[in-house]
């Protein structure tokens, strides 16, 4: 049987060789790049790539019915809008996945500041024909914009008013050509824009689309007119333009309302702009700037090049046959339109390609016959290429690429300073090849990295385009805005990364932007640096940070420490030391040696840059699946859904409620919530909260809200020598300030939540609990000096090089011992006052013997033990005794006698804890298959995966486990030791991106493993390192096997981890893509009653059938924590009654009437579970 997916390869083969062949067009494909870095900027100040279009007839063509793609099988992948190109004309279209279909080649003002219009100030109903054109409006009065008084930014003034009504008609005569229209107001306190009697815009007065009437007041007045202020007026989006308007006579028609009749100034300054399609006569306003816009298709063209196909009414007219091409060179016609193809060094997008062309690429590189590094004498350097030649040679000492004006090389060049040489063969009738860079350092060991930069001078000190200088525009005052410097140019760069050791570890294209915020002032500028397929690589392969797992990425930050540059250099990386250990997003941290076009530039620190990329790479998932806020819950990508319904909701709700606490619990992750704003207030940022603050979540049900640490310059007393005293907590409660930093938006979502007391708790605790490990004064002041000594050395020259003070530096760096020192006992004051804590208890805690075992103090892992700490009163303490690999635990000396690995008690005396371990055998090994996802559906698509659990009383080393299906040559082997405790999970996925995507929030995942698990059933096998089965489960979706993990995106799980695995009835469907990598929901069945280890706990319920309340008594035998919930006989919980820890003795929980409210008549059972066991009853609810 002949393969048909074989045919279609074949025949697509065939296809892409023929067009490669000129076809008959009128419109034709002219000009390509697809590796822009620097030779087009569209609108957003980016670089995509780009294909011009040219019309060779005498004729007007519209595009209408014209398509463009890279995939000869999708035709219509980006269809043109209804635009005309003239004849001769060009049309260039950016190829950025933007997907934009407005085009936009200037903008005229209309309407502006001082245009003449109509207006009347109402003392009764009009009617609606005012807004429409012909409008008798003689009896109305005629002045100049703005109107209005209170302000003295009104030509026409007016009496005090409720409202003012204003109409203006104007012509249109070139409909066709309008892309689009920008309605600008500058207003107080609200008002409703018209055209053509169509409402356009609306604020402060009622919902969209109602009527109001004349005296009708504005919905509040905190909005303030903006121009007379030095701001720019808001701005209005305005949809369906061709709708709108109309060829001939228009009116725009505005009613302002004030929020009083006796308020004290009212405003109206409107403005109108049309985009013109064609390019042509700006008209603008000094008031505001307008963007003019290109198209954008929504797809990339790929930089190593693709065939890529114009189609007219599905026919191909024209094509291109794919051609790399090297960064910033072009591929195109000459003469323009003719069947010449030619290589650019010169692209000219938008005119004729009259510069020179090129038949043919150099692909040789220049060989350099010692690589860049440290030296102490001078080199000799030869330069050759591949077949041993120097002729064409040319090279540069200045950063620029060389070209056929620069020094060719005929002899070895003799290097003793600093120098970056660069070099090329450029040939005669061809393209020139690619550039190859090396830095050469004299006469310094540098014992922290080294980065190279090398770029053209031009493109950091010309006066008019260099990123580094001060430009045409800069303003005279700091920050100095309008500097070239604050542009968001990027510009290409070789980067070039040596380690600490001299040996160059990266060595590729990029591209190069200033960096920051109002550091860009500074005289050493922060860079950051992106990998693009542009340039060559889309990825920087190297691990940068040795705390972080990464080794790829897309962009980097070379920080000059922003507001810390003139004090200790290394703050913020400092901070960020801090929350290694408490799952917090934070930016790893290297101080590096910077050399730029080969002058020493000093110590910039080394960062991720925060973005989508920075996201993926320490979480796994998708970036396009992101959503990224900042401030007030502004998307910077994806969307807010989900955090404005959560803000709407706190507002208006109580959270000291279990079930509204549980609905906020639901999209934000409490814990990593709390983590954040007890390191933001333990350092006393002073720019925050109302500043640098950035969450994220996916678009997966399963996400929830994560903060992102970042910028902390202004933390651990920048601007402050007793700063350490500061009451941050307060701050971060505080509704009172309007403005930075901490406006009442700000400390919203804190205030709110610290009206329950769980949270309450939790915070004292958690604070408790990094105030006795991480943040302890020793640990962070350990941290100060081993920074400082990293870099002390280089700070001399650093400080040099800068005019910086290398005494002051160190004066600094005291500074910051000092508040290391003092913070934490003021800071465990204010917890306690905020909390509503007041009396410290300590506890220690030690293992017995020594390296058999830890224990866990509530959220953190002592690192040595004996521990000591300090709680306060009443705050529960949490521990939990896990044992090292060939012990078990054996139970609690001390205080508190028990033999639970976990035991909970709330702290109201000081306590000693001793956990002893014993050693373990074989038979307390058991390591079992708990939870299976095997097929996904609709939008749950994690990936195949995997749940192991630790069911023994021994921690396992998985190192050398292997997992593997039916297919014994495919298997996951466990790479690196992994240290599954008792009671622990980890899940093993076949696509850890896939798997992340849904699943943001499970940390013990491992992958990726390379088999698939049949939906139709599959063997799965677990061995150890000695390949020794440990487990093996065969699933099948029949019979007594769960069905509803075939199609319907569930898991299967095991229904306790005492079942038999192996049996399909002691597994459940778990429903919403199941509980990876935490409890099973321990759905019951009727096997559930046979389990041996029942708590014998005597429980009961009365009365029984319930109505509408009952009492559930039980007994506890030995102490510990209990579940006590109310479940289906589906085995779905319905409410989750009671989790906590309950001493020996008699126990009753009560069901409210609210609880059995919801509740259908039937069966259900009330399920109470501990460590040794569980026990259920049958209860019945009828009305």
């Not at 065939?14 to 490669?20: A, D, E, G, P, R």
């Not at 507002?651 to 919530?673: A, M, P, R």
């Not at 202004?714 to 500061?726: C, V």
């Amino acid at each position: 049987m002949h393969s048909t997916t074989s045919s279609k390869a074949y025949l697509i083969t065939i296809l892409n060789l023929l067009i490669c062949f000129q076809l008959p067009s009128q419109i034709k494909i002219n000009e390509l790049v697809s590796s822009n870095s620097n030779t087009l900027m569209d609108e957003d100040g980016d670089y995509p790539d780009w294909v011009e279009f040219i019309n060779t007839s005498e004729n007007t063509i519209n595009l209408a019915t014209y398509s463009f793609t890279d995939d000869i099988e999708n035709p219509t992948k980006w269809n043109f809008p209804d635009i005309n190109i003239h004849p001769d004309d060009f049309l260039v279209l950016f190829t950025s996945g933007k997907n934009r279909l407005k085009q936009i080649g200037s903008w005229q003002t209309i309407i502006n500041k001082g245009a003449h219009f109509k207006y009347l100030v109402p003392n009764s109903e009009i009617g609606n024909t005012w807004k429409d054109t012909g409008f008798n409006d003689q009896n109305w009065s005629e002045g100049a914009s703005g109107f209005g008084y209170g302000d003295d930014d009104d030509e026409t003034i007016i009496d005090p008013a409720i409202s003012l009504y204003v109409r203006k008609e104007f012509e249109i005569s070139n409909l066709e050509e309008i892309s689009d229209i920008a309605f600008h107001i500058d207003y107080d306190d609200g008002f409703i824009a018209y055209i053509n009697r169509i409402e356009i815009a609306r604020d402060k007065l009622g919902t969209a689309g109602s009527p109001v009437s004349f005296d009708t007041p504005c919905d509040d007045y905190s909005h303030e007119a903006l121009i007379y202020q030095g701001k720019q007026p808001d701005s209005f989006e305005i949809a369906n333009v061709s709708e709108l308007l109309k060829q001939g006579t228009n009116v725009l028609a505005i009613e302002v309302h004030n929020h009083t009749a006796t308020s004290s100034d009212l405003s109206c300054i409107p403005f109108l702009s049309l985009g013109l399609k064609p390019k042509g006569l700006d008209i603008p306003t000094e008031y505001f700037e307008l963007d003019k816009m290109n198209l954008h298709t929504n797809f990339k063209i790929k930089s190593l090049g693709e065939p890529v196909y114009l189609f007219n009414n599905l026919q191909m007219v024209d094509s291109v046959c794919a051609k790399y091409l090297p960064s910033d060179m072009s591929y195109g016609r000459k003469p323009d339109g003719s069947t010449n193809w030619l290589y650019f060094a010169t692209p000219t997008p938008m005119a004729s390609n009259t510069t020179k062309g090129y038949s043919t690429l150099t692909e040789d590189s220049v060989f350099f016959s010692m690589q860049g590094g440290y030296f102490s004498n001078t080199i000799s350097l030869e330069l050759y290429s591949k077949n041993g030649a120097s002729n064409n040679i040319f090279y540069t000492t200045d950063g620029s690429s060389p070209d056929i004006n620069s020094t060719r090389y005929q002899h070895p060049i003799q290097i003793n300073t600093h120098s970056a040489i660069r070099a090329r063969i450029i040939d005669t009738d061809k393209l020139p090849g690619p550039v190859t860079t090396n830095t050469y350092i004299f006469g310094q060991q540098h014992n922290l990295p080294t980065v190279c930069l090398s770029t053209s001078p031009d493109n950091l000190w010309d006066y008019n385009s260099g990123i580094y200088a001060d430009g045409p525009n800069m303003e005279p005052d700091y920050p100095h805005f309008g500097a070239n410097y604050w542009q968001d140019w990027e510009k290409p760069v070789h980067f070039e990364f040596y380690d600490k050791n001299g040996i160059k570890q990266v060595d590729q294209l990029a591209g190069l932007k200033i960096f920051g915020n109002y550091s860009r002032s500074h005289p050493q500028k922060s860079f950051s640096l992106f990998a693009r397929n542009k340039y060559g690589k889309g990825a920087f392969k190297y691990k940068f940070f040795t705390d972080k797992e990464n080794n790829e990425f897309e962009s980097l930050v070379l920080r000059n420490s922003g507001s810390d540059y003139y004090k200790s250099h290394f703050r913020d990386g400092l901070l960020s030391s801090l929350v290694k250990e408490i799952d917090l997003e934070y930016q790893g941290f290297q101080p590096t040696v910077v050399y730029l076009n080969g002058e020493y530039w000093g110590i910039l620190n080394l960062r991720e840059k925060v973005n989508e990329h920075f996201i993926s790479d320490n979480s796994y998932v998708k970036t396009d699946n992101l959503n990224i806020l900042e401030i007030n819950g502004l998307a910077i990508q994806g969307n807010n859904m989900r955090y404005e319904e959560m803000l709407n909701f706190i507002t208006y709700n109580d959270l000291n409620t279990e079930d509204n606490y549980k609905t906020v619990s639901d999209i934000i992750e409490v814990d990593n919530f709390i983590n954040y704003f007890l390191f933001e207030t333990f350092i006393a940022n002073g720019d925050w909260p109302g500043n640098n603050i950035k969450y994220w979540n996916t678009n997966s049900i399963r996400s929830k809200y994560r903060w992102i640490v970042f910028d902390t310059d202004f933390g651990f007393g920048l601007f402050g020598d007793e700063l350490y005293k500061y009451n941050s907590i307060a701050d971060a409660l505080a509704s009172d300030n309007p403005s930075w930093p901490n406006p009442p938006w700000s400390t919203l979502l804190f205030r709110k939540l610290t009206t329950n007391e769980d949270f309450k708790e939790k915070f004292a605790q958690k604070g408790c609990d990094y105030l006795n490990t991480y943040w302890e004064s020793s640990k962070v002041i350990d941290q100060v000096n081993t920074i400082e000594t990293l870099i002390d050395n280089e700070m001399e020259y650093h400080c040099e090089r800068w005019n910086l003070d290398y005494n002051e530096w160190h004066n600094e760096v005291e500074r910051l011992r000092i508040f290391a020192d003092e913070r934490p006992f003021y800071f465990r004051q204010f917890l306690g006052e905020a909390m509503g804590f007041d009396e410290n208890y300590s506890i220690e805690v030690e293992t017995f013997p020594s390296e058999s075992g830890k224990v866990k103090v509530n959220s953190i892992y002592p690192g040595e033990y004996p521990f000591y700490g300090s709680y306060f009163e009443n705050i529960p303490v949490k521990l939990k005794a896990i044992p090292n690999p060939g012990y078990k635990f054996a139970g609690w000396e001390g205080d508190v006698e028990s033999s639970d690995t976990e035991i909970t008690y709330p702290i109201n005396d000081n306590y000693f804890h001793r956990a002893i371990f014993e050693p373990s055998s074989e038979e307390n090994h058991k390591v079992i298959i708990n939870e299976i996802f095997y097929k996904s559906t609709g939008n749950l698509k994690p990936g195949d995966w995997i749940e192991l659990y630790n069911n023994g009383e021994t921690t396992v080393d998985l190192k050398g486990w292997t997992l593997r299906d039916a297919n014994k040559d495919s298997a996951y082997i466990v790479p690196s030791s992994y240290y599954l405790a008792p009671g622990d999970f980890i899940v093993f996925c076949k696509d850890i991106q896939k798997f992340k995507t849904i699943y943001p929030n499970i940390k013990n995942v491992m992958g990726n493993f390379s088999f698939g698990l049949n939906a139709d059933g599959d063997h799965i096998r677990l061995f150890n390192q000695n390949n020794t089965l440990i487990d093996a489960v065969d699933y099948y979706p029949t019979g007594v096997w769960p069905l509803k993990s075939y199609n319907q995106s569930a898991s299967i799980e095991l229904s306790h981890p005492r079942l038999n695995n192996e049996k399909g009835e002691n597994w459940m469907s778990s429903e919403n893509g199941g509980t990876p990598g935490e409890h099973n929901q321990w759905l019951i069945d009727n096997s559930i009653h046979d389990i041996k280890n029942k708590l014998n706990a005597s429980l009961s319920c009365a009365p029984n059938p319930i109505t509408n309340h009952a009492n559930i008594t039980f007994q506890i035998r030995q102490t510990g924590k209990y579940h006590l919930d109310l479940v289906n006989i589906n085995g779905a919980v319905v409410h989750q009654l009671s989790s906590q820890q309950y001493n020996i003795g008699i126990h009753t929980v009560y069901i409210s009437e609210d609880q059995l409210a919801s509740l259908k008549n039937g069966v259900y059972l009330i399920r109470l579970m501990g460590n040794r066991g569980l026990e259920t009853i049958k209860i019945i609810k009828k009305q």
